[in-house]
């Protein structure tokens, strides 16, 4: 008799979700429009799953003619949704863009002398939904967006090759305080070295920062390929450093500890590299030659391989695209494989 209470039960809060469903979801259909229904789901692929906002952001900046109904139909809808149901556009989301192939259109261009020629021109349906996900924007993001299927390389590779950087134990309601203490950590040690780390390639050379916390400890191990170039001249920085980081954290009841280890081929790291090649593209050398010449460091740290890909507006270009160039064996499909990654961003007078 308890199982069948429970299961009528959740049938009940199933349908009540989806009479809420619906009251929060917003329908858009354009029928007939004159285009390639292939060409409409280039750009219905780029919006599909985000929110309203950036998809209007998205859709002016896109190249395409598609983009102009597009925008528009995504536009009523989310006046409709405004007028009609009270919804608030910050919170609506696209969570199906759809495009069907309707009937293809048959003309006859008219030419003098018995010259005419038929046209074919295709049509199509493009559907559009909007949601609002304000009140229960865990379920939406788990069930309706269609996120990606990407995974970070070292996070997947963790207990085979790679290992924490962080550890310590935390109950769960204080698990997300420790991780903004341990990202505020990394920032405020990444900000004092380039205060006063003088280095004419602005290569910082941090190549990764552990953390270990215990109840009255925290013990920092910061790894550098040039820590000379940080600690001569004025050999308290490191004290210098440890009170920074006290006063930004207003540590009381727990010591810090903070250390500095020597990388031995701080080349064979890719934040290392990445940095460097970032340096040269902000010194707008051509990206080519950083690129070569990151591989001939990484020669010399007696690595058996390197991949390096670049995108964005490379050599002040309009269009952005994706430049990459492999030198040697990069086994990815081998999780036994020692593999580093890393992802770097760089402000360049032509943008990110």
């Not at 009528?8 to 917003?26: A, F, H, P, Q, S």
Request: aromatic share 6%.
């Amino acid at each position: 008799m308890t199982n069948m209470v429970r299961n009528k039960n959740k049938d009940l809060e199933i349908r009540k979700r989806e009479k809420e469903d619906i009251k929060t979801e917003v329908y858009a259909l354009s029928q007939s429009i004159s285009m390639s229904a292939h060409k409409a789901r280039r750009v219905l692929d780029q919006i599909r799953g985000r929110s309203y906002q950036e998809t209007l952001m998205i859709l002016e900046l896109m190249p395409y003619r598609a983009c102009y109904p597009i925008f528009k139909l995504i536009y009523s809808a989310a006046a409709n949704a405004k007028h009609n149901m009270g919804l608030n556009e910050e919170y609506l989301v696209i969570i199906k863009a759809t495009v069907n192939e309707d009937t293809t259109v048959k003309k006859l261009k008219p030419r003098a002398r018995g010259r005419s020629y038929p046209i074919k021109r295709p049509t199509c349906h493009i559907t559009i939904v909007l949601k609002d996900i304000s009140l229960y924007e865990e379920s939406v993001v788990e069930n309706s967006i269609s996120m990606g299927q990407k995974i970070n390389p070292l996070g997947f590779r963790l207990a085979t090759t790679q290992g924490h950087h962080s550890l310590w134990f935390a109950q769960p309601k204080n698990y997300s305080k420790g991780l903004q203490e341990d990202q505020k950590i990394r920032e405020c040690i990444k900000n004092y070295v380039q205060k006063n780390m003088r280095i004419s390639s602005g290569v910082e050379g941090i190549a990764r920062i552990e953390i270990q916390k215990r109840i009255d400890l925290i013990q920092i191990i910061i790894h550098m390929g040039f820590p000379k170039l940080l600690v001569e001249g004025k050999p308290r920085r490191i004290e210098e450093l440890q009170m920074n980081v006290q006063k930004e954290l207003n540590y009381v009841n727990r010591k810090l500890n903070i250390t500095i280890t020597r990388i031995t081929k701080p080349y064979g790291h890719p934040n290392i590299l990445a940095e460097f090649i970032a340096g040269q593209l902000r010194n707008r050398v051509s990206f080519r030659k950083a690129i070569k010449k990151a591989i001939e460091l990484t020669e010399q740290a007696d690595t058996k391989g390197i991949q390096v890909q670049i995108a964005g507006r490379i050599d002040g270009k309009e269009i952005a695209r994706v430049e990459w160039i492999r030198e040697g064996r990069v086994p990815l499909q081998t999780i036994r494989a020692k593999i580093d990654y890393c992802s770097y961003r760089v402000r360049t007078n032509m943008g990110y």
